[in-house]
């Protein structure tokens, strides 16, 4: 059974520091993962999109890099930012629908 | 364009009551899904459907029904609420794969669920 976990629960840093949040999934037979964010009392927005084929994507200050052989996934986010501030999730997308497994999240507080 | 939308946003159930939750998407997508997340846990998926007709179990689909009769409108219905369907759903929408790649899915903001 697919399990996905994030580390660490809760993060907190002053502002302009780089820093990595962690996910790991137990099967790696999957199609891609996913990096979302969720601000409180909102829905997610997605970050990235890592198809199972690719190592990385990069979208302006933020990174993820893609390990399947090793059931991990990284999320580099440069020069935070207090509009950072927000919960992390990972998704991981397997062989089907009924296998879309979420992690629980990393809360990221960023201060100013 | 709207996006995903959900209504309602909150709302409070007595124990065997029913209700249902609507979504509702602008982006012509054909497949839709229900989550429900749970305080400090990840979300997890209830159903989904692969188009209009099309509608399939997911994780944790006990206690839940749905159907999907157009593209746009995606309704979950709570048959007797239960104090474990306490709870956040959200709602999302995406464009089926191509391939062996798998689309982006776009969320609703939720709606919150009480039951007492």
């Known amino acids: 059974k697919q399990e996905v976990t994030q580390i660490p629960a809760a993060l907190s840093v002053p502002e302009g520091e780089n820093l990595v949040l962690n996910c790991s999934f137990t099967?790696?037979?999957?199609?891609?993962l996913q990096w979302f964010r969720q601000d409180p009392g909102k829905g997610l927005t997605s970050l990235l999109l890592i198809q199972s084929s690719q190592r990385e994507q990069t979208s302006g200050r933020l990174n993820a890099s893609l390990d399947k052989s090793s059931g991990r996934s990284t999320l580099y986010i440069a020069a935070s930012q207090p509009g950072d501030s927000a919960t992390y999730l990972c998704a991981v997308l397997g062989t089907s629908y009924d296998k879309v497994i979420f992690g629980p999240g990393t809360s990221l507080s960023v201060i100013p | 364009n709207a996006g995903v939308t959900q209504t309602p946003k909150f709302r409070i159930l007595k124990i065997g009551q029913s209700m249902t939750l609507q979504c509702t998407q602008d982006?012509?997508?054909?497949?839709m899904y229900w989550y429900r997340q749970d305080p400090g846990m990840g979300l997890k998926l209830i159903y989904y459907?692969?188009?209009?007709?099309?509608?399939d179990k997911g994780e944790v689909p006990n206690g839940y029904n749905v159907s999907r009769s157009t593209t746009e409108d995606f309704p979950l219905r709570l048959e007797l609420a239960a104090p474990s369907q306490t709870s956040v759903y959200f709602c999302?929408?995406?464009?089926?794969?191509?391939?062996?790649?798998?689309?982006?899915?776009?969320f609703g903001p939720g709606t919150r669920l009480l039951v007492l």
């Open positions: 999302a929408s995406s464009y089926p794969p191509s391939g062996s790649s798998w689309e982006t899915q776009y």
């Open positions: 459907s692969v188009g209009a007709g099309i509608t």
């Open positions: 982006m012509n997508h054909n497949y």
């Open positions: 099967d790696s037979a999957i199609y891609n």
